[in-house]
């Protein structure tokens, strides 16, 4: 009986999330991670997702549940996780010999055995989640907490590998259906090793799809598990296209699937593709990539959206940081000072030193130090924050630093121009090195690095922070991430075009091309707003930045840009409205933010209704209507928690007034029966919802402009 409590537990926990009918992303209070113990089976949850697994022979997985739709996500045991050891392979847990690989039966594990070469269970500990990055909020943001749950790590060893020891940890967090798994190894042996692959999850996952025919990569993944790892880069702005660790693949030990060939795309791995290929010395110990693995209940792309979100908002809440800056294209004392007294005067919270502006952060000389420390103080006496812009990448430095290509043995072969340093070369070292002093010494607030490291693999031999070219692209993004981290817990905020989120970076672009900022103004308006629509699907408006050319960027003349801003002020306030009404920061980049008392007026009241209304423009994105120039485009943003529950941004791209009914999807401000909608700061109205949490409200967009609407809840 005692393999039928693992099926009793799992059903139970079902039921009670049913019980409950509460959407955890409108209240997700009460699910709170815990882990129970019964007998031989081990379940770690939070009432929205179940992960169990057996300790019978060995540790291994027999149950992983979305208790909120009740999807059962494995149909097959897998060894656990997998390294490969001066070159040869043992799986961590696992049982083999399960014969009908299409589903598991609870009953079938006391037949099943584990390998003796295998890694085997032998002790388990359960604690609270322990902060992977030591963030100290200082700036506003709209979650200031660090994550709670439980981690449940599982110790193994092998009779093969005496001294070494490998930990499998899962964290399960509260509120959310998400977990984070990832190993270490623990050298103990009296010896080195070298450890050339880290495979973090194997998951034997139930197909998506019945396809008779049809190769891997043609058929589609199980949609119930989105994946998302600390090892990301390519500079794509975009998480799915900056993965490098999950591959979903063909599992031909399942012989009862559909496809003639074996080529459903139902086995998850997960692993750096270019391995670790590393040397492990006796003392010390390892760490993996931490693997974040959310469940989702549906295919509705919102709410898919909102659950991703959610996730970022709880795993990096220093991404809910969303300092107001501008780009200060110089760096002259005298245009230093204005530019921050200018800011004090608007409301604005941040200057920028942009690229062109002269600003070298690798310049650590005392006199460079100098005239920068006290321009920090300046502005910082002035409740101002001061940063600067450095590139990394894309730039040649030398035939001993660049990256060497393995094709050729010569400089180049990089991902982006063909040259770039390599940041285990001295150059690279010594970069890191010289930006982390400047910063410390001057009081630097904010960083913005252009170009970190992309993932470019390097063929010295002779570059002290890699071996070769295995170990090249592992250790250079070790200390890129590393160099993040430090920078977060020290307070900096960090702008950055790729994605390093989950190792402490704050602000990605939306996506956009730069050339398009050398397109016509009301071109770029119009743009603009599609950037801001379609970059808020997956990030929350505080992770994306616009941009603002107040002077010429790429070209285009006068007709592109807002210089002299009192000559160009409706377009300069409509392009203020849509990216603060999004709850994005733009890089106003130019010298100055006004230049009349006109100017002026403008850009301070816009700063002051952006920070009335700053909580619920940063709350996410409900898409309406994406901007076409042919009618009217908006978005708004939603919160049950706030006092506003809503706000709604709208637009009209056409010379004329128009009237539209818009229905506003009023379900994630947990308003269900009836809303107060006012049109501005004008009187309210009460709405009654229908059946799908709509309210059809009808409003008037003045020609090439925009109109915003407050939801609140009803009058009581």
Not at 64 to 87: C, D, H, M, Y
Not at 334 to 348: I, L, N, P, S, W
Request: proline content about 5%; glycine content about 8%.
């Amino acid at each position: 009986m005692k393999y039928f409590t693992l099926l009793f537990v799992g059903c139970f926990m079902t039921m009670a999330a049913s019980a409950q009918q509460k959407d955890w992303l409108l209240d997700n209070t009460g699910y709170n991670a815990a882990v129970k113990e019964s007998g031989k089976e081990i379940t770690l949850s939070n009432g929205l997702v179940s992960r169990s697994f057996s300790i019978t022979s060995n540790a291994v997985c027999t149950d992983f549940r979305n208790l909120t739709s009740g999807e059962q996500l494995l149909r097959a045991v897998k060894p656990e996780a997998r390294i490969t050891v001066n070159g040869k392979e043992y799986n961590i847990g696992g049982l083999g010999g399960q014969q009908q690989q299409a589903y598991l039966l609870p009953e079938w594990l006391p037949g099943m055995k584990s390998s003796d070469n295998d890694f085997q269970y032998v002790s388990h500990t359960v604690t609270p989640i322990a902060p992977y990055v030591h963030w100290q909020p200082r700036l506003w943001a709209t979650n200031r907490r660090q994550p709670s749950g439980k981690t449940l790590t599982f110790t193994y060893a092998a009779k093969a590998l005496p001294g070494i020891g490998v930990k499998v940890h899962y964290e399960l967090y509260d509120g959310i259906p998400l977990l984070c798994k990832w190993l270490s190894v623990e050298n103990r042996s009296g010896n080195d090793f070298k450890l050339d692959q880290v495979v973090n999850e194997v998951l034997g996952a139930v197909e998506e799809e019945s396809a008779v025919v049809g190769a891997t990569d043609q058929m589609k993944v199980p949609h119930g598990i989105y994946i998302e790892s600390n090892y990301a880069f390519n500079n794509a702005m975009k998480a799915r296209l900056s993965d490098q660790t999950t591959h979903w693949k063909a599992d031909s030990s399942y012989r009862s699937q559909v496809n003639y060939d074996y080529l459903t795309p139902c086995l998850l791995e997960v692993y750096p593709d270019h391995g670790i290929h590393i040397n492990i010395a006796t003392g010390t110990t390892f760490k993996s990539i931490r693997t974040y693995e959310l469940l989702l209940d549906g295919y509705d792309r919102e709410r898919n959206g909102l659950a991703q979100r959610a996730m970022y908002r709880t795993i990096a809440p220093w991404t809910t940081q969303n300092p107001i800056f501008m780009h200060l294209v110089a760096s002259s004392p005298e245009k230093v000072r204005t530019a921050v007294d200018q800011c004090a005067e608007t409301g604005y919270e941040g200057v920028i030193l942009s690229f062109g502006s002269g600003l070298n952060m690798e310049d650590t000389s005392a006199a460079n130090i100098r005239k920068f420390k006290e321009l920090a103080d300046y502005a910082h006496a002035k409740k101002i924050l001061l940063g600067g812009y450095s590139l990394f990448s894309s730039r040649r430095i030398s035939d001993e630093d660049d990256v060497i290509d393995p094709k050729t043995g010569k400089p180049g072969g990089a991902m982006f121009g063909g040259h770039a340093p390599c940041l285990g070369s001295k150059w690279g070292i010594a970069y890191l090195q010289k930006i982390k002093s400047f910063i410390r010494q001057t009081g630097f607030d904010i960083f913005e690095n252009d170009g970190p490291y992309p993932g470019d693999v390097c063929a010295s031999t002779t570059h002290p922070g890699h071996k070769g070219l295995e170990d090249s692209q592992w250790t250079q993004m070790e200390q890129q991430k590393k160099f993040y981290r430090d920078l977060n817990e020290e307070g900096i905020y960090i702008n950055a075009p790729d994605w390093y989120f989950l190792d402490g970076t704050h602000k990605i672009a939306l996506g956009y091309r730069e050339v398009n900022f050398s397109l016509p103004r009301e071109q770029q308006t119009i743009l603009n707003r599609q950037n801001i629509f379609d970059g808020t699907w997956e990030k929350i408006p505080s992770m994306g930045w616009g941009f603002v050319p107040l002077t010429q960027y790429h070209g285009g003349g006068a007709a592109a840009t807002l210089e002299p801003l009192k000559d160009h002020l409706p377009t300069y306030e409509n392009l203020m409205m849509q990216y603060y009404g999004g709850g994005i920061q733009a890089c106003y980049r130019g010298p100055r933010l006004y230049d009349t008392d006109e100017t002026k007026n403008l850009v301070r009241k816009t700063l002051s209704w952006y920070k009335k209304y700053r909580n619920i423009a940063n709350a996410d994105v409900i898409h309406l209507r994406r901007a076409d120039g042919r009618d009217w485009d908006g978005f708004l943003h939603a919160d049950p928690h706030q006092p506003y529950k809503a706000l709604v941004m709208l637009f009209n791209p056409l010379t004329t007034t128009i009237t539209r009914e818009i229905t506003l999807p009023l379900y994630y401000t947990g308003l269900s029966r009836s809303a107060s909608i006012r049109v501005q700061e004008g009187p309210a109205k009460q709405y009654t919802l229908d059946r799908g949490y709509n309210a059809k409200v009808k409003v008037e967009i003045p020609g090439q402009g925009y109109t915003w609407l407050v939801v609140e809840g009803a009058a009581k």
